[in-house]
């Protein structure tokens, strides 16, 4: 259902037509008949009440379109498709203009589908509706506290001021979004607490059509009657996008700006038929970091990096238009650090699936070593944290380890690793812990050492040496069947003991082309370079690589997506208002 804010934004065949009249080389196939809008290069939607579209068909891969021999034109494109980018796509397009999503592999949503799709929006009006009142100042005092290096106020009071309105935005456009329970992270930091967060309701995917099958699954997710987490949010935004007459190709990766004149004119793509100009007077950037780019980590990030978790596609592609188009660069080398596990010889689209170590790393009954055998960090604390421990540059940790016993598995097998073999490569095992040393390349003095160490204030409820499981953030991700600390926290005692590798990853990078409050991208003199925006993690992070709550990734970068799309629509305004006057 659209609900009646969405109804006084033009959508539907009034929209369209104005686009085919507008963009007549783009919908040289368009036709219109009766309420049902089918155009060879976009979407089919059709009426079946005043208060209902449902999208029958919205993607031709471009390979297979005639239309594409031509040079397509759009009011705005968006290169990449996760929550950010979409956010942008359908702001634009409910301010009028006619949008055209990039998307270079062949489904929509990025990481954001495989995301928990939670995002970070303080002072939004599901909040407020359930008593949350957030204090600027409070709010602000947190987010600095907790950062890892200073923050750019201007960009914080930017997000800040506009995440209520992009959750209105979105909402209104047929986003159902719900207030979660969830507290910040940093709990004993000033002006931590909870109505920050939010998520999506379930979504029903039987309304898109055929272009539910375009849209990205998680792999750690199961088949789906309704979607939820990150493929719900994403399928939320998909069909808001397409009630609103947003275009979308995938397969389609854009490779190189277009400028003329000094201003962004468009993109050029390859992965279609042959390469083509996409032309249109205002590009967001939208297409994540480039952790799956080995020269690019090379190049910034320097520390170990040695799987993801995200995008397989993230290989830089906006990083590199923008360095070209002279864009200035901030944030190179952040990183969203995660402890990563390798279950099996799985891939997905050629890299391989990798696993978050978090569930079995917080659980009673394990622990993670580093190459030398011996505990380095407290292994419930979170994600970020413990990742950016693993994968210190100074310390020499790897090849780090998770060590389980026979217990574990009893307990936590399916919950943390599902039903998988535990076999050599993924998993060396061995009848006593100096014998598991051995295999895992260990000191086998050191590594008992260890367990014994371990063990013996693990049977109290207590970590001497790094305080496992006394922070509630630790005992939340534990056994809730435990109390206290024991939630975290058991003995390995009964063999036969187990090994896998816990590898120094990642969700995403975060640096890339520095942006102004309006998402606008600024050259190396920190000048706007006329019709060029980014947002979501091609930018740097407005938190660095510090996360301050769930949902601080798509959070801002949805917020960030609005704000670019709300630039776009007030420059045409402005410049309409110019063209009159003249």
Not at 56 to 61: D, F, G, K
Not at 426 to 444: N, P, R
Request: charged content about 20%; some cysteine; proline content about 7%.
């Amino acid at each position: 259902m659209i609900s009646a804010a969405s109804r006084q934004n033009p959508s539907g065949s009034a929209r369209l037509r104005r686009y085919a009249s507008a963009y007549a080389p783009t919908f040289a196939s368009l036709r219109l008949v009766g309420d049902a809008v089918p155009a060879s290069t976009g979407t089919v939607l059709t009426r079946r009440s005043p208060d209902q579209v449902r999208v029958t068909r919205a993607i031709t891969e471009p390979a297979q379109t005639a239309a594409m021999a031509a040079t397509p034109r759009a009011d705005v494109i968006v290169v990449g498709s996760g929550a950010a980018g979409l956010a942008a796509a359908l702001t634009t397009a409910r301010a009028g203009l006619g949008t055209i999503v990039l998307e270079r592999t062949g489904l929509l949503g990025g990481t954001s589908a495989m995301s928990g799709g939670l995002v970070y929006a303080p002072g939004s009006r599901p909040a407020r509706e359930a008593g949350h009142v957030p204090d600027p100042g409070a709010v602000t005092g947190y987010l600095e506290a907790v950062a890892r290096r200073p923050i750019d106020k201007a960009r914080l009071e930017a997000f800040l001021e506009a995440a209520p309105a992009m959750v209105d935005e979105l909402a209104g456009a047929g986003v159902a979004f719900r207030l979660t329970g969830l507290v910040d992270y940093y709990r004993d930091a000033p002006g931590a607490g909870p109505g920050h967060v939010l998520g999506t309701h379930p979504f029903d995917p039987s309304g898109l059509g055929g272009l539910a099958a375009r849209v990205r699954r998680s792999p750690y997710r199961g088949p789906e009657e309704l979607w939820t987490a990150g493929t719900g949010l994403v399928g939320h935004l998909v069909a808001a996008c397409a009630r609103a007459g947003v275009r979308f190709r995938t397969s389609c990766r854009a490779r190189k700006l277009l400028v003329e004149d000094g201003r962004v004119a468009g993109v050029l793509t390859g992965g279609c038929a042959e390469s083509v100009a996409v032309r249109a007077p205002d590009v967001v950037l939208a297409s994540g970091g480039f952790e799956f780019d080995d020269g690019l980590l090379r190049e910034w990030v320097g520390a170990p990096l040695e799987g993801s978790w995200s995008c397989p596609g993230n290989e830089g592609d906006g990083l590199a238009m923008a360095r070209t188009a002279g864009a200035g660069l901030s944030g190179m080398g952040e990183v969203q650090w995660y402890a990563l596990l390798r279950l099996s010889d799985e891939e997905r689209e050629g890299a391989p699936l990798m696993h978050d170590a978090s569930p079995a790393r917080n659980l009673p009954g394990s622990i993670i070593v580093d190459r030398n055998g011996r505990r380095f960090a407290n292994e419930g604390t979170l994600y970020q944290d413990f990742g950016r421990a693993v994968a210190d540059p100074d310390a020499a940790r790897l090849p780090a380890w998770l060590v389980v016993d026979a217990g574990f598995l009893d307990r936590y097998r399916e919950r943390c690793f599902g039903d998988r073999p535990l076999t050599p490569p993924h998993w060396l095992s061995a009848g006593t812990i100096s014998e598991l040393a051995g295999l895992i390349g260990a000191d086998a003095a050191v590594l008992t050492e260890t367990v014994e160490r371990f063990n013996a204030g693990a049977a109290r409820g207590l970590d001497p040496d790094f305080g496992r499981g006394e922070a509630a953030v630790d005992r939340e991700w534990g056994d809730g069947d435990r109390e206290g600390a024991r939630a975290c926290l058991a003995p390995l005692e009964r063999g036969p003991f187990h090994a896998t590798r816990v590898y120094a990853g990642s969700s995403g990078t975060t640096g890339g082309p520095s942006v102004d409050p309006d998402a606008r991208v600024l050259d190396g003199a920190g000048a706007p370079i006329p019709g060029l925006y980014a947002a979501g993690n091609i930018t740097a992070g407005v938190f660095g690589d510090s996360s301050p709550a769930s949902g601080a990734t798509l959070g801002p970068g949805m917020t960030f997506g609005h704000l670019a799309g709300r630039a776009i629509a007030a420059g045409r305004r402005d410049a309409h208002t110019d063209h009159k006057e003249a």
